[in-house]
């Protein structure tokens, strides 16, 4: 990895701290949020590569300093990154032991020592008082960086005292091309399809041909969705029992499903095969569009959206499919 070089998009965000560094301008404290899968900790590593690199390269990260390759594995002496016992929350000795007790010593290599929280929203409110004691009265050469998906969960007296920046979403473009170069051997309609489905985030799209899960997901939605028309309720039953609990991620399912009825929607208006996502469904776009109207399409998706809000209520996720799957089928 070298530094800003290797992370594609969000070249506002990467100037703002390569300025910083140049100036010496660096702040105290940065909050870097996005969804999962962003990249907020390949952000901060590469930001402590562009601070620590001892022979840059036009402006950036060499890469393969001894500074660099420390950072990339994690072995940096002044890069300290914060180690949850729990993956669900962080705890206030964990705060107390690996950043408050620490802060006084002085950086081993460099002039900065850097703090990276990951999951920082996962403190529990104890955790985020004892942090604001350091965020208040840091040290001159000490940086901190929360990284965290839901502000909310943070104290206002946190956000207060940290600079916010948000991750923003690549484009396709940009994501298919990092995926081709990362990738080689994969098949068009898999990128193609992993590209729709991280909706410009680019762990996700990684994530999406790099797990063995996902075909699983693919193969059980498709079924479905192929299959939905004909299913009496006892096999509606077992189609969400599969969907809600053998599947991984229930979100990522009901992402999948909405891009094979986007494919069935735009099939039914262009009649074009080569635009699908679904290449392999051809023969199922090309029976259900004549029989599903715009309207029953639209309904499909709204049962899908009413679904997903019925599983951040935490209702029952397989009668939440169940539902779901029943108000599709009415549109078949």
Known sequence: MKG?????????LKEQFSGAIRTGSISHAYMLSGDRGMGKKRFARAFCQEL???HPVDGGACGICPSCKKVESGNHPDVIWLRAEKPEVIKVDEIRQQIVDTVDI?????????YIIPDADRMNPQAQNSLLKVLEEPPEYV??????????????TILSRVIRLKLKPRTDSMVKEYLKRHFP?????SLDLAVAFSRGNVGRAEDL???EGFKEMYAAVTDTCRSLRTMDAGRIAHAARRLASECGDT???LDLMQLWYRDLMMYKVTRDIGGLLFKTERKAMMELAPVCSYEGIEDIMDAIETCRTRLKANVNPELSFELMLCRMKENQ
């Open 52 to 54: 620590f690199c001892e």
């Open 143 to 156: 940086t901190i960086f929360l990284l965290c998906c839901d502000e909310a969960a943070l104290l206002e």
């Open 251 to 253: 979100g990522d399912v």
């Open 4 to 12: 800003f070089k290797d992370i594609i998009g969000n070249d506002i």
């Open 185 to 189: 051997n994969a098949e068009d309609m």
């Open 106 to 114: 002085r950086p081993f290599l460099g002039d900065r020592k850097i």
């Open 209 to 211: 041909l790099s797990e």
